[in-house]
């Protein structure tokens, strides 16, 4: 059953593969560390360079899950020594990681950060490498009806668990499916809300949207705090490099539970790393916090959230790779790079493209030790890359942007209609929208079209196929109930102290 | 206006997606469907999304969320200028080539992101410059020479 896997280690292995596992784990740690760059925006900017490489599907896979993982190591940098987040999976690293940056603690807190978001992806790919095999054994059974009710099932898990405004949540989502409706339409041929612009018959392309959603609404958000302080040459003195064996001893149980913990969430659709570093803090502060030092400098409060989030993200390639759903925006953008190259996701590229499942999994083990080796002695290197000014980073990532678009098709309506999403990218942003639901819906969007109007074709336009397997009936409950119990719960635990107090 | 305690962006909000809503609506019912076996055909599915997103709008406009932070007007002018000098790198890209326009809209955007006149020129030079031999020597894009300066040769 692991043939895969050794199939795998072949195509990882190869001089050129390795050598692109350690370009991007490089490059992503670089990417991430820099201020106000998150994984997805690195991914976003570097994702059509390494088309220009014209590189095969597996080792263009390859290089963009190690800039993927290699920018959750980086993403915590920032955390620790500014305490400002790189991305929203990297806030509960601040909690701790910037009280012991304060101690002079912050060389051994970065290590300890990397020892952590090692132990956590371990766990987390030796999962996916068991697991993902047997779900890719279950979805060879999902017909489209399955799927589709799979779809709404994930969005429904997302809207509940990704940001803090359903609503907003799911409106983001339907904007992101809608955005994936224009172009020609492949059953009939008709042209939908092209109007009739040429360069709008393919869809809107993945690429100028990535660009423009991140990217560009990144250089405008950035605007805000241009005159603040950068906190150029500001990074507090990080101490002595490494961290010692006895201090990650101390936190090898929050290590694996957290990573445990991460990896679960990681696998449920639409939730990604935020969530896992969230949930995880809170529930090593209630088992361990005996003497309330959580929040000022503990180490493990450090370790559970790094340990979980790096987990989460290896974890949410599970419903990627098996099911075809990406888990978080990220793998969502990963996912939307597979299409590129006619890979669709799922069930049967465990069987069709072993190569490409296996080579990626492979790759994910070879560069989780690439980013422990780099990341425990130069994260003194990497740390410098905090002190870049905004003026040099804000010009070099419009220029990635333009020619990354630029070189799709040299064609100069692209760059516009990339500023044009960057607007309303930035809009969105500022209306406390997440993008990451925007872009899970613009990915699975013609999927989920595909899938209904499939399965409605094979009924003869009778609904009831939606709900008739146990597979798709069990995923519709799962969906209502997601979105229920959240309101009803609070409701009938409040409901019940009042007949208690009463 | 930043005093008014109603949360108001989300209620024009709600009602701008309305329109959206109408509007995605309109045009797919407008649609000019060949005969087709298939039971769905391409209106359905958008018609579908108009729906959910009115109603998700109706929501947002009685149950609207807190105003978020939004430019003041200094931030404002320099986020328009910023638009502006995105806008024209996009007009004079092909026209006037990648190095110079690169050169002066980098040296314009650092300047607008706090660096001095020196400082931004020489990031302007270097960037422009160094990016240029990284894509056209490195990654084998080709970048525009500038169709406006052939023309005059």
């Known amino acids: 059953m692991f043939d895969f896997l050794i199939e795998g280690f072949g195509v990882a292995l190869t001089p050129l593969n390795l050598g692109l596992a350690f370009l ?18 690195g991914i976003a900017i570097l994702m059509p360079l390494a088309y220009t490489l014209g590189l095969p599907a597996e080792s263009a896979l390859i290089l963009l899950a190690g800039i993927y993982t290699g920018a959750e190591y980086g993403g915590r940098m920032s955390s620790i020594l500014l305490n ?18 304060k101690k002079g603690l912050a060389g051994p807190a970065l290590g300890l950060s990397a020892v952590s978001s090692f132990v956590g992806a371990t766990i987390a790919i030796i999962g996916l490498t068991l697991f993902a095999p047997l779900l890719a054994e279950v979805a060879v059974m999902f017909g489209p009806a399955e799927f589709f009710a799979l779809m709404v099932f994930a969005f429904s898990s997302m809207s509940v668990m990704m940001g803090k405004d359903p609503i907003k949540t799911a409106i983001g989502a339907v904007l992101g499916v809608l955005i994936a409706t224009v172009g020609v339409d492949s059953g009939t041929g008709v042209m939908r809300y092209t109007f009739g612009m040429p360069e709008l018959y393919d869809g809107i392309d993945f690429v100028v949207m990535i660009i423009g959603l ?36 101390y936190c090898k149980g929050a290590m694996w539970r957290s990573g445990l ?7 449920l659709p639409g939730t990604g790393a935020s969530v896992a570093g969230a949930v995880s803090y809170t529930t090593e502060k209630r088992l361990s916090d005996k003497e309330g030092t959580f929040g000022k400098g503990d180490m493990r409060g450090l370790a559970a959230p790094e340990a979980a989030n790096n987990a989460a993200a290896a974890g949410s390639f599970v419903p990627m790779l098996t099911l075809g759903i990406p888990g978080s925006g990220t793998t969502a953008v990963l996912l939307g790079a597979l299409m590129l190259y006619n890979i669709t996701p ?25 980013l422990l080796a780099l990341n425990l002695p130069l994260a003194g290197v990497f740390a410098r890359v905090l002190t ?16 990354g678009v630029y070189q799709l098709h040299s064609d100069l309506t692209a760059i516009y209609l990339m500023l044009l999403i960057g607007v309303f990218g930035y809009l969105l942003r500022k209306l406390g929208f997440s993008l990451a639901p925007v872009i899970l819906g613009y990915v699975l969007g013609g999927l989920m079209e595909q899938n209904l109007r499939r399965a409605l074709s094979i009924s003869g336009g009778d609904v009831d196929i939606l709900w008739q397997s146990g597979i798709s009936l069990g995923l519709w409950i799962a969906a209502a109930a997601l979105l229920v119990l959240p309101w009803l719960v609070p409701k009938l635990l409040a409901a019940r102290t009042r007949r208690h107090a009463g | 206006m930043s005093q008014v305690t109603k949360p108001v962006a989300d209620r024009l909000l709600g009602i701008v997606l309305i329109g959206l809503a109408a509007f995605v609506a309109v045009q797919a019912i407008n649609l000019e469907v060949p005969f087709s076996y298939e039971p769905v055909g391409p209106r359905a599915f958008p018609l579908g999304l108009s729906i959910l997103l009115a109603g998700l709008s109706l929501v947002l406009i009685f149950k ?10 200094a931030l404002a002018i320099r986020l328009l200028l910023v638009l502006g000098l995105l806008l024209a790198y996009a007009m004079l890209f092909t026209g006037l080539g990648f190095i110079p326009t690169s050169l ?31 894509f056209t020597e490195g990654l084998g894009i080709a970048l525009p020479t500038g169709t406006w300066l052939a023309a005059f040769i």
Request: net charge negative; charged share 15%; no cysteine.
């Open chain 1, 24 to 41: 991007g784990a490089l490059l992503g740690t670089l990417f991430g560390a820099l201020p106000g760059i998150g994984p997805i925006n």
């Open chain 1, 84 to 101: 400002v987040p790189g991305d929203a999976g990297a806030v509960m690293t601040t909690l701790d990681g910037h009280p012991l940056a």
């Open chain 1, 214 to 249: 991140f990217a560009i609404s990144e250089i405008l958000l950035m605007l805000e705090h241009a005159h603040r302080k950068d906190g150029d040459g500001e990074l507090p003195p990080l101490g002595r490099v490494f961290v010692s064996l006895k201090e990650v001893l």
């Open chain 1, 261 to 267: 913990l991460g990896f679960i969430i990681g696998v």
């Open chain 1, 346 to 370: 799922g069930p049967m590229m465990f069987t069709e493209r072993p190569e490409v499942a296996g080579g990626l999994i492979a790759s994910l083990y070879i560069g989780n030790i690439v």
């Open chain 1, 388 to 403: 870049i000014p905004r003026w040099v980073l804000v010009p070099a990532i419009a220029i990635l942007a333009f020619v």
């Open chain 2, 64 to 73: 609207p969320g807190a105003d978020g932070e939004w430019p003041h007007k």
């Open chain 2, 104 to 134: 002066m809209v980098v040296a314009a955007l650092a300047r607008l992101f706090g660096a001095s006149n020196g400082k931004a020129l020489i990031t302007g030079v270097l960037l422009s410059a160094g990016s240029y031999v990284l």
